[in-house]
């Protein structure tokens, strides 16, 4: 299994290897590097996918820290480095997104194009935040107990035919790791204000039943985005879109890919 040391954390990532333009790709909360198996069946015939678990889920080895979304995105920009990939296409859903618009900010020249999935630019909404630190609190407490496990899955996954076995990747999660992964998630900076410094192509997607992040949010990131080639509206889609819908994903963003 492929390891990389990097920023105090032992990351666990998978790469398809090959010739191909290289895509990095980031998963949301509570998620892993899985959830892009349908991304990476799609395009590894082409390009070189690479897929990692970010610090306190997946694989990843985590010092259980205080961290940002800034110090997630230095991940990602260590992890090129221990490829040796110069520049990339990356991007991410959600929390992979909110890392790697930050790192298109640290390091634009590293950034070949963003892809954009289920993801905003600010923070998080005050009237939601009460009952999710709530949720956070009660995973802390007792763990992802069955009815907190539920409310989850529906916001973030959508299809109760995928929810065991995110369950149960939840519950082998060391339960500590909530407390900075929610902090994290919770308490980042907006970056609207600074999107016009990232001037790379990029593509959005967005679920139109997201119930997390409303598609309103995506149309208004592409709109701040210069190179921004489109929203491509995921009709049905929630949260984790590209998991549950890739068969609307794919194609567009094969035909992104290309046209670098």
Known sequence: MPFADINGQRIRFDDSGGDGLPVVLAHGFLMDREMFAPQVEALSPEFRVITWDERGFGETEFDGQSFTYWDSAQDCLGL????????????????????????????????????????????EDPEVLPAYRQMAQTWLAVGPVDELAQAIATLIIGDPVLYGEWIAKWRQ??????????????????VTDRLHEITCPAIVFHGTADQSIDIEKGERLCAALAGCAGLVRIEGGPHASNLTHPDQVNGPLIEFLRSL
């Open 80 to 123: 090129l480095d221990h490829l040796g990939l110069e520049r990339t296409v990356i991007g991410g859903m959600s929390q992979g997104g909110f890392l790697s618009l930050r790192a298109a900010l640290l390091s634009p020249d590293r950034v070949r194009a963003l892809v954009l999935i289920d993801t905003q630019s600010g923070p």
């Open 173 to 190: 999660l060391p339960r500590e790791n909530m407390g900075p992964v929610s902090d994290c998630l919770f308490d980042r900076d907006d």
